[in-house]
C-alpha cells in the first residue's frame, strides 16, 4: 500500500511544484536524476497541457481547440469515452488529471497484476504497473502527446516558420522549391469531374487547384513500388508508406552559421550525423481494399538496416461508444509476423529497400524546411517513381515504432531546458504566443 501512496503522491507533488513555480523544469527538486527523467518529462507535459491551454497553435485557434480536433477519436481503452470530452474546458481537465487520469492508472495497473502469481506477485506487480501507467508511461499515446505538447511549446515560445508546414499546400510548395522529392501536383488550375451516368447537369463537380489560389491539391495517384506490391503487401492495398521520426538539434544551436535563414545541401553535407537523427520507422501496411493507409498493420522497422520487425496495432484506442466496450481489450497483445489479408506470406525479417537512402532523404529534408523544429514525422512513399514524401507530421506519432529511449529523453530535457531560459528572457510565452499569432 505503501508503494502505491507514494507513487500517487510523487505525482500530485510534481504537478503541484510545475504549477506553483509556474513551470520551474530546471530547478524542480524532486523526480531527479537520469532514472527519474522519463517520469519528470511526463509529469511537466501534464503542466503543459494546462499551461498552453489558450495560448495559439499552429494548427488552430489555441492548443485547446486543437486538442478537442485530435482527440475526439480516441479513447483510453475499454472506456469508449472520447479523450476529447475531458478538454471542454480548463478546469474539467484538471481534474481528469489530478483524480481520473490516477483511477485510470491503478485500473490499468491492476489489470497486468491480476495475472502474476501469489499474493506477494500481484501486490509487486501492481505498484510497479501503477508506477509506470502513472509516472512514466511507456504506450505510443503518452509519446504522442508528449511530442505535440513538445511542438506547441517551441513554437508558440520561438515562431519557428517551420511550422507553417503543418499546411499540406505549404509544405509541398516550400519541399518543391528546395528541391526535396514531394507528390508532385498537377500543373491544371481547375478540373471538371462528372458522373458517368448522370444528366440534366448533374453529377458534376469544379475543383480549383491550390496552385490556382484554390482549395484542392489536385494530385496523380501515386502506385506503390513493385517491390511492396510483390513482397510486402496483400493484392489491392492502398499506397502504404513509412513514418519515420527525425530529431534535428537546430533549435538548440541557434548560432550555428549551417542553420541560418537559408540551410543549403552545403551545410548538409557538413553536418554531423547526431545533428539530425532518424529516431524510428513503422511500415504502414495498407488492407486490402482500403482507399488509405489509415487503417494499417503496423509493421516496426530498423531505422538503421531496414529490418521489418514484427506487426501490431493500435485500433483499441479508437473505439469509441458503449458498444465497444464488450469487444475492447484494456491492452493490445496482437502481434504478427506476416500481414493478416496476406498470412502465407510473412514480413518479419524483410527488408525495406534503400534504408539508407530513406533516412538521408529526411535528414536533408528536416534540414532544409525545418532546421530548429525539434521532432518531424515524415510520411515516405515507395512508389513507381521512386522516393517521395507524402507531406509532414509536426505533432508526430511514433505509431508504436521502437526507438532508444534514453537518448530520447535527454533530446526532450536539453529543449525543455532551452524553452524554459527562452521563456524567462520573453517575459513568458503569452506573450510572444500573442505576437505570433
Known amino acids: 500500500m505503501w508503494a502505491l501512496l507514494l507513487t500517487l503522491a510523487t505525482y500530485w507533488r510534481a504537478l503541484f511544484y510545475f504549477w506553483w513555480s509556474n513551470g520551474d523544469f530546471i530547478g524542480c527538486p524532486l523526480l531527479k536524476g537520469e532514472v527519474n527523467l522519463a517520469a519528470k518529462i511526463h509529469v511537466y507535459g501534464i503542466w503543459l497541457d494546462l499551461y498552453l491551454w489558450a495560448l495559439p497553435h499552429y494548427r488552430a485557434p489555441s492548443y485547446r481547440h486543437d486538442l478537442l480536433a485530435n482527440l475526439r477519436n480516441v479513447a483510453l481503452p475499454g472506456t469508449g469515452i472520447p479523450l476529447s470530452t475531458f478538454c471542454v474546458a480548463k478546469p474539467v481537465a484538471c481534474v481528469f488529471f489530478l483524480f481520473l487520469y490516477p483511477l485510470a492508472a491503478m485500473a490499468g495497473a491492476v489489470n497486468v497484476a491480476r495475472t502474476a502469481r501469489g499474493l506477494r506477485g500481484k501486490y509487486t506487480a501492481l ?25 506547441a511549446y517551441h513554437q508558440v515560445l520561438t515562431g519557428s516558420p517551420g511550422y507553417a508546414q503543418e499546411d499540406k499546400w505549404t509544405f509541398l510548395r516550400e519541399g518543391a522549391r528546395l528541391g526535396v522529392p514531394v507528390s508532385p501536383v498537377l500543373e491544371h488550375a481547375s478540373i471538371v469531374v462528372k458522373n458517368k451516368n448522370e444528366e440534366g447537369g448533374l453529377g458534376i ?5 491550390a496552385l490556382a489560389g484554390g482549395d484542392w491539391i489536385i494530385q496523380e495517384r501515386l502506385e506503390n513500388s513493385d517491390y511492396l506490391r510483390q513482397h510486402l503487401l496483400p493484392p489491392g492495398a492502398p499506397l502504404s508508406t513509412l513514418r519515420v521520426i527525425t530529431a534535428s538539434r537546430g533549435g538548440l544551436t541557434p548560432a550555428d552559421p549551417r542553420l541560418g535563414q537559408t540551410p543549403t545541401d552545403e551545410g548538409f553535407s557538413a553536418l554531423p550525423l547526431d545533428h539530425i537523427q532518424a529516431l524510428s520507422c513503422v511500415f504502414r501496411a495498407g488492407r486490402a481494399g482500403a482507399a488509405t493507409d489509415h487503417a494499417s498493420i503496423l509493421f516496426d522497422v530498423d531505422a538503421e538496416t531496414g529490418r521489418i520487425r514484427e506487426g501490431s496495432t493500435n485500433a483499441h484506442w479508437y473505439q469509441l461508444g458503449l458498444r465497444s466496450l464488450p469487444r475492447t481489450p484494456w491492452r493490445s497483445r496482437y502481434r504478427t509476423a506476416a500481414h493478416p489479408d496476406a498470412p502465407a506470406r510473412p514480413l518479419t525479417g524483410l527488408q525495406i529497400p534503400d534504408m539508407g537512402g530513406i533516412r538521408r532523404l529526411v535528414r536533408r529534408a528536416h534540414f532544409l524546411m525545418l532546421p530548429d523544429v525539434p521532432l518531424v514525422g515524415w510520411d515516405v512513399a515507395l512508389t513507381t517513381k521512386g522516393l517521395v514524401l507524402l507531406e509532414v507530421n509536426l505533432s508526430c506519432n511514433f505509431f508504436r515504432g521502437t526507438f532508444q529511449k534514453d537518448p530520447y529523453f535527454r533530446f526532450c530535457r536539453d529543449y525543455l531546458n532551452v524553452l524554459q531560459k527562452l521563456r524567462e528572457e520573453n517575459g513568458g510565452a503569452e506573450r510572444r504566443g500573442k505576437k505570433s499569432a
Open 127 to 151: 505498484a510497479a504497473a501503477f508506477h509506470e501507467h502513472l509516472l512514466a508511461p511507456q504506450d505510443w499515446f503518452s509519446y504522442w502527446r508528449l511530442n505535440s505538447r513538445m511542438a
Open 205 to 209: 463537380y469544379f475543383y480549383r487547384n
